[in-house]
């Protein structure tokens, strides 16, 4: 059988990484994407050699930026069957009342305008040939509000929101849309939104046992090989310590 193309957004770290790796032990062709452009080299190198990769260096807040990378994939890339939105952080972890712009933005423009930039150029195709799967990461955060979660938070209802929207207005193309929510997950997630601190980024993880990037990249696969008649929509998964956003068992 011909292997499908998945396009990744965030493959340079953690989630998306683990997700690229193991989709090329799999049935699935490349494109792996991030800023990180020796990151990304080294890892199609590495994975080049169990499928064909490609690479794409943009950052998902600069819609030009966005919309040329995609348009510039050769004619035998260009048909792809799975997207899957992962590129994201939280920055920062402020009360509302004394958050940064900087920090705002950040979030808004990547968790969400930049998972509407990719998804506005990756769409059309998959409408066009009636067929496709989107997987978007959302989070515990995005069903959840927590103390000084405020903006993260909202972002990521956002893309539950959009998720949602997009699974009601591509039914009618056949597409296959996902929301895969994990809470504690061990990835450079929180070194970035303590902004290198990492010691308190290790705090997050202290006296429990997290979520691997690799955990969520099984689920990822699981629900792309699921029959074609059949849907995963909506996907929470916790590491056993977690019950909620702000409740977690630590020894
Ligand atoms: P990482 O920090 O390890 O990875 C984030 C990825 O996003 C990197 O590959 C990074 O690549 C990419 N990225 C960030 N900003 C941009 C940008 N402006 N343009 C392009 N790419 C960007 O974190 P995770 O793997 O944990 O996070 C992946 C997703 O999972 C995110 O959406 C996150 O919100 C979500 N999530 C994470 C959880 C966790 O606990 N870790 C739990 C729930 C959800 P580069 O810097 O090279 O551009
Ligand atoms: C990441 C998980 O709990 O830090 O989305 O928000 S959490």
Redesign the pocket.
């Known amino acids: 059988m011909a292997k499908r193309t998945a396009f990744i957004?965030?493959?340079?770290?953690?989630?998306?990484?683990a997700t690229a790796r193991l989709l090329a032990k799999s049935e699935f062709r490349l494109i792996i994407?991030?800023?990180?452009d020796d990151?990304l080299k080294a890892l199609a190198d590495e994975l080049s050699k169990q499928t064909e990769v490609t690479t794409l260096s943009?950052?998902?807040?600069n819609q030009p930026e966005v919309a040329s990378a995609i348009s510039s994939l050769p004619a035998q890339w260009k048909d792809i069957d799975v997207l899957i939105n992962?590129?994201?952080?939280?920055h920062g972890m402020d009360p509302i009342q004394k958050g940064s712009l900087t920090d705002w933005d950040a979030m808004i423009d990547?968790?969400v305008k930049?998972l509407l930039y990719v998804s506005k150029e990756i769409i059309p195709g998959m409408t066009e040939r009636k067929r496709g799967h989107i997987i978007n990461?959302?989070?515990?955060?995005g069903k959840e509000v927590y103390p000084n979660g405020n903006v993260y938070c909202a972002s990521?209802y956002a893309v539950d929101a959009l998720t949602q929207g997009m699974r009601l207005d591509l039914n009618a193309f056949g597409i296959k849309v996902t929301s895969i929510?994990?809470?504690?997950?061990d990835?450079?997630?929180s070194s970035?939104r303590f902004k290198g601190d990492t010691a308190r980024a290790a705090n997050v993880y202290k006296g429990m046992t997290p979520l691997k990037?690799e955990d969520i990249a099984d689920i990822i696969l699981y629900t792309l090989q699921v029959p074609a008649h059949v849907v995963l929509a909506d996907i929470t998964v916790f590491p056993t310590a977690q019950a909620s956003a702000a409740v977690v068992k630590r020894d």
């Open positions: 957004t965030g493959a340079t770290s953690g989630i998306g990484e994407c991030g800023r990180r990151r943009f950052d998902v807040r992962n590129a994201g952080n939280a990547i968790n930049g990461l959302g989070s515990i955060a990521k929510n994990p809470g504690l997950v990835t450079e997630f970035v990037g």
